[in-house]
């Protein structure tokens, strides 16, 4: 059975950090991908930003966040951290985490690509 446990959540003021982390069990994902996602109050689930293990580890990242998020993933292809810095209110949301063994380029900014979910970890921006 594949779970994945984010953790890392939490408050913090705009202009700070956080980081979230995300630990995968039951397989690994070296031919696919894992990424975040956020879903706010009343909207759909977005991408935040992904790794594709298939094209060696290149990652992506939404427009919105790019240049004040990092994403990386550990040798063993099942663990998915997020580095956020200058937070602003509007990146509050639930974050989650999401693998899929098999997913190409294409698809990794969708989130019915994605086979396996963990249960979300609250990030809070205030102003």
């Known amino acids: 059975q594949v779970q994945l446990v984010e953790s890392g959540g939490g408050l913090v003021q705009a202009g700070g950090s956080l980081s979230l982390s995300c630990a995968a069990s039951?397989?690994?994902?070296?031919?696919?991908?894992m990424a975040w996602f956020r879903q706010a109050p009343g909207k759909q689930r977005e991408f935040v930003a992904a790794i594709n293990w298939r094209s060696g580890g290149a990652t992506y990242y939404a427009d919105s966040v790019k240049g004040r998020f990092t994403v990386s993933g550990g040798n063993a292809k099942n663990a998915l951290d997020l580095q956020m810095s200058s937070l602003k209110p509007e990146d509050t949301a639930v974050y989650y985490c999401a693998a899929d063994g098999q997913i190409i380029q294409s698809s990794l900014r969708r989130p019915e690509a994605y086979a396996y979910w963990g249960q979300g970890t609250q990030v809070t921006v205030s102003s």
């Open positions: 039951g397989r690994t994902f070296r031919s696919g991908s």
